[in-house]
């Protein structure tokens, strides 16, 4: 789960970091009297929205008089800011944070995350802040510094140090950083984080280390024991067919393609979107709807799928071990005969019970296209989508 900015600021504070003095607005108007409660000559309007990059697509202004706030804000408030990292569709801005702003002597990058391959939590650092770390490392590969935590004794004062020593940190600042680092650490183990990212750390003028962005992501399945961080969830920022699927217990990933994808399983979910490609076609979404699915659920994901108005063609695919055939055919029956849809509908059974499942598509008339294997299965829906 993604969180705002201002709320990882807050969460950051709370561990210890600076953080230039900021205040959340629900409209324009409210931004203005923020500005105006946070005071100074010069501020930062900035769109909140669950993705990064916002400064170079207008989600980032800098303002000089509190007209200039109201205008920045009003531009701002119910827009679709699209970003590098947002995709085609862009986030919705409901909130805007106002900041004061600081006077920049270098910017530095700090991201911590998970490594799976050394299966340890990297703290990823650069002199080079300001640009995104995709950047920092094609362009200055050497200026990144890369440090692993020991979990059992956590970050260390004295790679802390190192980090300071590597990145040319003036010695004065040398505690600061120390600071900052460790707090970050603590956040990011003690909340069950996989990713903090601080982009820019700047070094300011009169040589304090301050946050001026920050970004963290949680592990969604250990939010059971941190209520606090699970009611920052903005569903205002989720794909709304994503949001759908997750709300009724099914794992859902919205795509751009024609054929809808109905399966059980995450590794034939991606099995059947591959194969649908090497047919010709392109998937719509990636649908696991897990094991032991029920008639009902099974409805629940036409529904879902139906939502989707690029979808063209359903196909099921089921290798049912802990599941029944005979509970899926029933389910895509259900469907077809009580919800309003014309899509054709392609179904391939393997597994438990198939034969009562071939049986109960037989039986029911439904003008449903049974398939053998999974290559017949796509080339069938590929086929009938081209055809349409
Ligand atoms: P992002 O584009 O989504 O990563 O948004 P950021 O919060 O990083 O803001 C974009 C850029 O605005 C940063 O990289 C900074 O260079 C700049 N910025 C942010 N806060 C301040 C500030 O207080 N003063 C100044 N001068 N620049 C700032
Ligand atoms: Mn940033």
Redesign the pocket.
């Known amino acids: 789960m993604d969180i705002h ?1 201002y709320q990882a600021k807050k969460i950051l504070e709370e561990h210890g970091i600076k953080i ?1 003095t900021g205040a959340i607005s629900y409209s324009p108007e409210q931004a203005v009297y923020r500005a105006h409660e946070i005071g100074g000559k ?1 501020w ?1 309007v ?1 769109a909140q929205v669950h ?7 207008g ?2 202004k ?1 303002c000089h008089s509190e007209s200039e706030v109201l205008e920045a804000a009003d531009d701002m408030f119910g827009r679709k800011l699209i ?1 590098h990292q947002t995709g085609g569709m862009g986030k919705g801005i409901y909130r805007v944070y106002v ?6 002597e270098k ?1 530095l990058y700090l991201g911590f995350v998970l490594d799976r391959s050394t299966q340890r939590i990297m703290l990823v650092t650069s002199g080079e ?2 640009m ?1 770390i995709e950047e920092i490392s094609e362009k200055k590969p050497q200026s990144i510094v890369r440090c692993e935590v020991e979990p059992a004794v956590g970050l260390r004062e004295f790679q802390a140090r190192e980090i300071a020593f590597e990145l040319g940190i003036d010695s004065s600042l040398v505690q600061q950083l120390q600071k900052t680092l460790m707090g970050c650490y603590s956040a990011f183990r003690t909340l069950d984080a996989t990713m903090l990212e601080i ?2 750390l ?1 070094i300011t003028k009169d040589k304090s280390i301050i946050a ?2 920050a970004k963290m992501t949680f592990d969604d399945n250990a939010l059971f024991r941190h209520p606090k961080i699970a009611e920052l969830r903005d569903k205002s920022q989720e794909d709304p067919r994503e949001r759908n699927a997750a709300d009724r217990g099914l794992n859902y990933v919205g795509l751009t393609g024609e054929i809808g994808c109905i399966v059980n399983g995450a590794g034939l979910a991606m099995a059947t979107m591959d194969t649908i490609k090497l047919a010709g076609g392109e998937p719509a979404n990636f649908l696991d709807i897990g094991g032991g699915a029920t008639p009902e659920r099974v409805t629940k994901a036409f529904k879902l799928i139906l939502s989707d108005e690029r979808v063209k063609v359903i196909l099921v695919n089921i290798f049912a071990g802990i599941n029944r055939c005979d509970w899926v055919a029933q389910g895509v029956v259900d469907a077809m005969e009580n919800l309003d849809f014309t899509h054709p509908v392609v179904v391939r059974l393997a597994g438990t019970n198939v034969k009562e499942g071939k049986e109960i598509i037989k039986k029911s008339k439904q003008p449903i296209i049974q398939a053998d294997d999974l290559m017949e299965a796509a080339t069938k829906s590929v086929q009938i989508w081209q055809n349409l």
């Open positions: 900015e230039p010069t930062l900035k993705a990064g990059g916002r400064g170079k697509a989600g980032v800098v970003t900041e004061g702003a600081v006077e920049i910017e802040g300001g995104e982009n820019p700047a001026l962005d």
